[in-house]
């Protein structure tokens, strides 16, 4: 356990904390931990003193990211991004082996502890390769150089005599070489990043652009990898919180007393936070059930009114009219579509559900926990119990994935609040229907398509109204000179938050679906119409690569085969899908026979891995686009279970296949969620094809 | 109760209407089946009970007794791997990889009934474990690698 003595100042460089001094690096402490050798900082902004030892001034949230080249050939990486599956683990510290020469398994990599790794926001929006990925790269870059000036003046040697390799520094015009720890050896260094030092261009790389296996995988597969629902400290207690029955009920009152009658039970009631725990689950379940408690329960919007609810509670929308008439566009148009779309609150269901454990020492608490966002969550404890920030610290173990669901730190709060009573450690791991129902989803929506197209093809007015969702990916992709694209927020009845893709999800399900209404009603190929419209090489490129893998130009006719189209841009991402189905003439029946998806995201760091978050996405959005969809009435969620909350199983499947255009010419983007949005409207548009309905809602076909 | 997991026999002082997950995870602290749903329905529990994958989560510790339970740590001799979980890592066939030992146990038993299972087998067979990141094609092909003699 940390105490206040150890030293690593990275704790404190969170966004709002003020003053320099408090940044100000120990070098001496910091190598006491650490063990001597050299370290590199990326500094945004940097202000360095003439040695370029020590930190001079900065801003606090300018370091990201920390580099140790250490006294015994060890290089670890302290980074606060966190793993939820998506693998940063292993591309990071790709990163950081190619710069350095060194083999991935030399590369230790820190994430995600507010003690010991710089501040970071949080693991999202698809920033840790675009953001991350650069300055690691950077950092070690100059470690690099560092190591080689330093051993040029070792050796008495001009410095460019002397080359990196493997991990080692040799003498090109004699034998010597050294390693790493032989010049790190004895030094207490600090760096700011050199700008100069050259980072290895793509078409050099070795480690990266190579499928690097999962870091730790045999801990995986093994079981011995301790997610924080799995962890255990000596004394523990297991924690259950007393949930209200509906959403917006208020606590009356509450009795303990029979709670408490369980043995070794401690019980907690504090504002409308009610809590329980006990030496082990069972007691603890059993207190729960025991505490009496009396609540006020408020009406709520349910399901079956939600759309009408979400557009008429619309708040002043966002977004400019675009300098477009519609008037003028529409009356121009040879074909119209003017639609209504509906898309349904889905909920992100990490196969791990929320979990924390908590332990108090004073007036200092250490959580573990499932986060996005560690240090948020560090923020959340803070302010909850009214600590100082560097009396909380947040470590954030490996975690069951997160798809955007994790980013609060509503477990973390609770084992805290709990461990503080008892004066014990306590775990808080949600049931599966606690996560259903209070983590939170992704917004239902509701959105209104008018837009029309010349005889040639050309759009001539596209207006386009999200109400709930959001606006990522809410502005066209496709040239259109008449537009207005607005985003209406609402008050949610349901707690909502980011999901994979955010918003995009829902506006490129419904912009891909009024082009195709409109390709349709032209008669026009919906490739060739996407493409009339379209002028970004990148994601024309992508559509191609698609069409060509698919065999768009030669696809089948026979009864009841369709095939559509869905193509978008967000987060550096280019995707498109296209779909094949099968709706059954029958009974009107719809097979998703297969789906091959094209992304780009510019120079590829890992092909496996890449591979895995495209397909990931296409599978998760698969049942989105087809059955995923929350029920509620009066405030209570009426499917919070997997056997009645449908998610894509093996027999889902339908046959995907992945291109993957790798663009080493461009910089690297992640690749966690723009993947995921052309599936959906892919699917819609090949059972429109196929002769079916054209639909309108997501999901297409599994809601009431 | 006594319960025999991995060949050892195992002393537990919990109610015999506990789960069999509670028992392994928080009395024994084999904690490689893992909590998912609680009803049988994703399959992140699963365990071997005499040879048949089975939830660990909706079954009883009454329903236990003489029975041999093999759970992930005990699928293979310490220290070595099952051919499952090589192919596995070879195939890197999970992403946050919190359903793996479920998926790994599954398979396992798939393997015992149909050394060769044909792709709509492991997909019928594996069909009640969830993996949320959706890393099911890589998952079949990392079992049809499998070669079984």
Redesign the interface.
């Known amino acids: 356990m940390r105490t206040r003595e150890e030293p690593i100042a990275a704790e404190q460089y969170e966004l709002h904390g003020p003053s320099l001094h408090r940044f100000a690096i120990n070098r001496r402490q910091f190598f006491r931990y650490l063990g001597g050798g050299i370290a590199i900082t990326f500094v945004a902004g940097h202000a360095w003193s003439e040695d370029g030892a020590e930190v001079a001034s900065a801003n606090d949230n300018s370091i990201h990211a920390w580099i140790h080249v250490g006294e015994n050939n060890k290089v670890t990486v302290y980074t606060g991004k966190v793993e939820?599956?998506?693998?940063i683990r292993t591309s990071l510290a790709q990163i950081v082996a190619e710069e350095l020469t060194v083999p991935f398994d030399a590369i230790e990599m820190v994430m995600g502890d507010t003690a010991l790794t710089p501040y970071d926001r949080g693991t999202y929006g698809s920033l840790s390769i675009p953001r991350m990925g650069p300055q690691l790269r950077k950092a070690a870059a100059s470690a690099r150089e560092l190591l080689r000036k330093m051993a040029a003046k070792k050796l008495e040697v001009d410095v460019s005599r002397l080359k990196v390799e493997g991990g080692r520094i040799r003498d090109t015009k004699g034998k010597t070489s050294l390693s790493f720890s032989d010049i790190a050896k004895g030094e207490k260094l600090i760096q700011p990043i050199d700008e100069s030092a050259p980072v290895t261009p793509p078409d050099q790389w070795k480690i990266c652009g190579t499928?690097v296996?999962?870091a730790n995988?045999?801990s995986?597969?093994?079981?011995?990898?301790?997610?924080v629902?799995?962890m255990?400290l000596p004394n523990m207690m297991?924690g259950k919180v007393l949930r209200p029955p509906s959403y917006g009920a208020k606590l009356k009152g509450v009795d303990l007393s029979r709670a408490r009658t369980v043995p070794d039970v401690v019980a907690v009631h504090d504002g409308d936070f009610v809590a329980v725990c006990g030496p082990?689950?069972?007691a603890a379940e059993r207190a729960l059930t025991l505490v009496q408690a009396e609540w006020e329960e408020k009406p709520q919007p349910s399901r079956a009114v939600i759309f009408d609810y979400l557009v008429r509670s619309a708040k002043a929308p966002r977004g400019g009219d675009g300098g477009g008439d519609m008037t003028a566009g529409l009356a121009r148009a040879t074909v119209k579509t003017d639609k209504t779309f509906h898309v349904d609150y889905i909920a992100h269901?990490?196969?791990?559900?929320r979990a924390a454990l908590a332990q108090w020492e004073g007036d200092k608490v250490t959580v573990w926990t499932g986060t996005q966002r560690p240090f948020g969550v560090q923020e959340e404890v803070s302010d909850a119990f009214r600590i100082p920030k560097e009396n909380v610290r947040v470590i954030m173990p490996?975690?069951?994935?997160g798809?955007g669901g994790k980013h609060t730190g509503d477990a973390a709060l609770e084992a805290a609040r709990l461990a503080r009573e008892a004066r014990r450690p306590v775990k808080v791991?949600w049931?599966?229907e606690e996560e259903f129902t209070w983590a939170y989803f992704r917004p239902a929506g509701v959105i209104t398509v008018k837009a029309g197209a010349d005889a040639s093809g050309k759009l001539t007015a596209w207006e386009f109204h999200n109400y709930n969702s959001g606006g990522s990916a809410i502005e066209t992709q496709y040239d259109v000179e008449k537009k207005r694209i607005q985003f209406h927020p609402v008050d949610s009845p349901l707690r909502q938050g980011s999901y994979r893709g955010l918003a995009g999800t829902a506006n490129i399900f419904a912009r891909e679906s009024a082009m195709d209404d409109l390709a349709s009603d032209l008669g026009m190929d919906p490739l060739e119409f996407r493409l009339k419209n379209l002028s970004n090489e990148r994601l024309r490129n992508v559509l191609n690569a698609c069409a060509d893998a698919y065999g768009w130009s030669k696809r089948g006719k026979a009864k009841g085969q369709g095939h559509g189209i869905g193509c978008g841009i967000e987060k550096g991402g280019y995707v498109a899908t296209f779909a094949e189905v099968f709706v059954n003439p029958d009974d009107g029946k719809v097979t998703v026979k297969r789906a091959v998806t094209a992304f780009e995201c510019g120079a590829i760091i890992n092909p496996?891995?890449l591979e895995?978050?495209i397909?990931?996405?296409?599978?998760?959005g698969?049942g989105g686009a087809l059955f995923e969809w929350i029920d509620f009435k009066d405030g209570r969620i009426l499917n919070p279970?997997?056997?009645r909350y449908r998610?894509?199983?093996?027999?889902d499947?339908p046959q995907?296949d992945v291109v993957m255009v790798d663009r080493k010419d461009l910089p690297s983007a992640g690749a966690g969620e723009a993947p995921i949005y052309a599936i959906a409207p892919a699917i819609r548009n090949a059972i429109a094809d196929a002769g079916g309905e054209r639909l309108y809602t997501l999901p297409l076909l599994g809601r009431a | 109760m006594e319960l025999n997991i991995n060949n050892k026999t195992y002393s537990v002082d919990v109610e015999p209407t506990a789960s069999l997950l509670t028992a392994l995870r928080d009395y024994l602290d084999l904690t490689g089946a893992k909590y998912g749903c609680g009803e049988g329905a994703c399959g992140a529990c699963t365990v071997l009970v005499d040879g048949q994958p089975t939830r660990s989560c909706i079954t009883p510790l009454s329903s236990l007794m003489h029975k041999r339970i093999t759970t992930i740590e005990g699928l293979a001799p310490e220290g070595n791997l099952h051919p499952v979980q090589q192919a596995f890592i070879d195939h890197d066939a999970f992403q946050c990889a919190y359903c793996a030992p479920g998926m790994v146990m599954a398979a396992a038993a798939l393997l015992e009934r149909h050394p060769d299972p044909t792709e709509e087998q492991i997909r019928s067979y594996m069909n009640g474990n969830i993996c949320r990141c959706g890393t099911y094609p890589r998952i079949v092909r990392a079992i049809r690698s499998i070669k079984t003699t």
């Open positions: 939820v599956g998506q693998n499928s296996p999962k995988a045999v995986f597969v093994t079981g011995t990898h301790r997610y629902s799995d255990k297991y082990n689950p069972i269901a990490p196969l791990e559900p490996d975690t069951g994935s798809y791991v049931t599966r496996v891995h895995n978050q397909l990931g996405c296409v599978v998760q698969l279970m997997f056997s998610v894509p199983r093996f027999t499947m995907l």
